[in-house]
């Protein structure tokens, strides 16, 4: 048997689960529906208003800290890594404050931006 046979025969067994699937759930799936049942959930609680409200966008910041933390961090383990194998201890204090450095600068940006402020 040719090794493309075999590539064949998966995509086909993929394509008939995923039709079959489709038909299934089409098939067997309750067809009452009644107030409970198409209405928006949100934890719990009976939805108040109409969703197209205006918010608040300030959660921005609060990514943006993510953000910094998050993909710095990211980028730090793998230079301490690097720089933990090569027996320069002083390459790594450099790596470890220019990290802080960053972080310092993220941190000075979101307290004057009032970030960090949650009873504005």
Do not use: C, Q
């Not at 409970?36 to 719990?44: D, Q």
């Not at 109409?50 to 993909?71: E, K, M, N």
């Amino acid at each position: 048997m040719p090794s493309w046979v075999a590539v064949v025969l998966l995509f086909a067994l993929a394509f008939l689960f995923a039709v079959g699937s489709l038909v299934g759930t089409m098939a067997l799936k309750p067809r009452r529906k009644y107030r409970a049942k198409v209405t928006a959930y949100e934890s719990g609680m009976e939805p108040i208003g109409d969703a197209r409200g205006r918010h608040s966008i300030r959660f921005y910041l609060v990514a943006v800290t993510f953000l910094i933390f998050d993909v710095e961090l990211l980028f730090f383990y793998p230079w301490a890594l690097y720089f933990n194998m090569i027996d320069d201890r002083v390459s790594l204090f450099g790596v470890g404050a220019v990290f802080l450095a960053i972080l310092a600068t993220a941190f000075v940006y979101e307290w004057r931006k009032g970030a960090l402020d949650w009873n504005r």
